[in-house]
Nanobody, 125 residues
Framework: QVQLVESGGGSVQVGGSLRLSCAAS????????MGWFRQAPGKERDLVSA????????YYSDSVKGRFTISRDNVKNMVYLQMNSLKPEDTAVYYC??????????????????WGQGTQVTVSS
């Protein structure tokens, strides 16, 4: 019954912006750490950003810090990733993921319990 559904991906020029959304259902949303991962063809799936269940802890990879902002709404069961100043190296499939409880070691994909289907982001020069 648990579902994570991403939306908001697309194609954008260098320097443009996109806002990704993830709708969660079938779980107690406020009990989960939420993360955004991305995976380019032939590359590993890496954590881009994450936010703890209480919203008081956040993570950003060095490559996106200052450009991306994660947020969550525990009433609407939504998590968002605002992406500004996009670069070609941001091109990837972006996945929403949920980890029950703890934030420790949240960069490790295998610690997340649920995953969305992914949404493509393409940044062109």
């Amino acid at each position: 019954q648990v579902q994570l559904v991403e939306s908001g991906g697309g194609s954008v020029q260098v320097g443009g912006s996109l806002r990704l959304s993830c709708a969660a259902s079938g779980l107690t949303f406020s009990s989960y750490t939420m993360g955004w991962f991305r995976q380019a063809p032939g590359k590993e799936r890496d954590l881009v950003s994450a936010m703890g269940w209480s919203g008081d802890s956040t993570y950003y990879s060095d490559s996106v810090k200052g450009r991306f902002t994660i947020s969550r709404d525990n009433v609407k069961n939504m998590v968002y990733l605002q992406m500004n100043s996009l670069k070609p190296e941001d091109t990837a499939v972006y996945y929403c993921a949920a980890m029950l409880g703890r934030t420790a070691n949240w960069v490790r994909p295998y610690l997340y319990d649920y995953w969305g289907q992914g949404t493509q982001v393409t940044v062109s020069s």
